[in-house]
């Protein structure tokens, strides 16, 4: 199982950024792939998550912490093997590493997950 993220950078707030997360070793219906993020100082907090459940879109798993829901949107590209994160109207709060991470689990789990990237770093300035 391995994930790698792309597309982080430094951008205003209110502008928007679009994550990438590309998986190899498992199927994006098989497992599930959450964006977690750590600010300096703080916790890694779990952003996202998808579980798709075949291909009738409307059974997928989605999680959005409360902070980000209205303006964080993941998807998955099955062909591809890519899961994406769009974020738009960013603030500063949203400062911080973003992590990939995939594993046969809930999206319902905090701990556990176990195969992590090497995070993707996302500045928001005022």
């Known amino acids: 199982v391995h994930v790698a993220e792309s597309g982080g950078g430094l951008v205003q707030a209110g502008e928007s950024l679009r994550l990438s997360c590309s998986t190899s070793?498992?199927?994006?219906?098989?497992?599930?792939v959450a964006w977690f993020r750590q600010a300096p100082g703080k916790e890694r907090e779990r952003v996202s998550c998808?579980?798709?459940?075949?291909?009738?879109?409307?059974?997928?798993?989605?999680y959005y912490a409360d902070s980000v829901k209205g303006r964080f949107t993941i998807s998955s590209d099955n062909d591809r093997h890519m899961v994406y994160l769009q974020m738009d109207n960013l603030k500063p709060e949203d400062t911080a590493v973003y992590y990939c991470?995939?594993?046969?689990?809930?999206?319902?789990?905090?701990?556990?997950?176990?195969?992590w990237g090497q995070g993707t770093q996302v500045t928001v300035s005022s």
């Open positions: 991470t995939a594993d046969y689990l809930p999206c319902t789990v905090v701990l556990g997950w176990e195969n």
């Open positions: 070793g498992f199927t994006l219906d098989t497992y599930a």
């Open positions: 998808i579980r798709r459940h075949g291909d009738t879109r409307s059974r997928d798993s989605i």
